[in-house]
């Protein structure tokens, strides 16, 4: 019985996610070598899905805007972080000015490597401050993979005080993607008080439900599309097997 209530819950979730799960993804194409093109084919197959927002380099935000009728989303100090302070506010009033609506932030993980952690402090804070000032959402992105657990959990908290929109977790472009233990590690480091992006080689619907499940609000991927059709799979077979009578 216990077992039967148990799987009731978890296809009722899986429903419940499953009935829109593009809301919950930030579709992105950022691979260095999208030129134009790929950014116009991107936001015509992308564009109408329902996605949260669309994601682009910063060099074709303005152009994204003029396309699409999705949010956009770009990329700053992308992918290492480790450029001057000054250099990430030139690009987010850059961005602001183009029409995107949110900016996803790369840390300066150097910074942490180091344990400056005033620095790290002050330059958060003033990359939240001045998104914010624009009528902009903020990610910072941490790059978990680059982290120890100590300073994934400290610095989580740092975002979390500034008032950040989101912590992401990865750029893709590290040396391994998101694992569970990194959403639950943030998440349980800041009481859930800020939403997570959970983003680094998430390519399928069973993926994508684990980290919205593990307290993600904001899933990054490549691969939206994909994942939706998979969606629509999963959520057939739940059907088909919830409604075959359970042997006695």
Avoid at 187 to 213: F, M, N, P, Q
Avoid at 226 to 237: A, G, W
Wanted: proline share 4%; charged share 25%.
């Amino acid at each position: 019985m216990k077992y039967e209530v148990l799987s009731s819950h978890i296809v009722d979730r899986l429903f419940e996610l499953g009935s829109n799960i593009a809301k919950y993804i930030d579709q992105t194409l950022i691979k260095p070598d999208a030129d134009e093109k790929a950014i116009r084919k991107f936001i015509e197959t992308s564009d109408g899905c329902g996605f949260r927002s669309l994601v682009v380099p910063l060099i074709y935000s303005r152009l994204a805007v003029e396309l699409s009728r999705t949010p956009i989303t770009t990329i700053i100090a992308f992918p290492h972080g480790n450029i001057p302070l000054e250099s990430k506010l030139h690009q987010i009033d850059y961005a602001a000015s183009c029409g995107v609506k949110e900016v996803d932030v790369v840390a300066n993980i150097s910074l942490v490597k180091s344990g400056n952690w005033s620095a790290v402090r002050d330059e958060i804070s003033k990359l939240v401050e001045n998104a914010h000032s624009l009528g902009l959402g903020i990610k910072i992105i941490i790059e978990t993979p680059l982290l120890t657990p100590e300073e994934i959990a400290y610095i989580s908290k740092i975002i979390t005080e500034a008032g950040a929109d989101f912590i992401k977790t990865c750029t893709g472009f590290g040396p391994r993607g998101v694992t569970p233990s990194d959403v639950i590690l943030i998440y349980e480091s800041t009481r859930g008080k800020v939403k997570i992006k959970a983003s680094g080689g998430i390519r399928c619907a069973l993926d994508a439900i684990t980290y919205l499940l593990l307290g993600a609000s904001c899933i990054g991927t490549s691969s939206g599309i994909q994942i939706i059709r998979d969606m629509e799979t999963l959520r057939k077979i739940f059907r088909e097997t919830s409604a075959t009578p359970s042997s006695p």
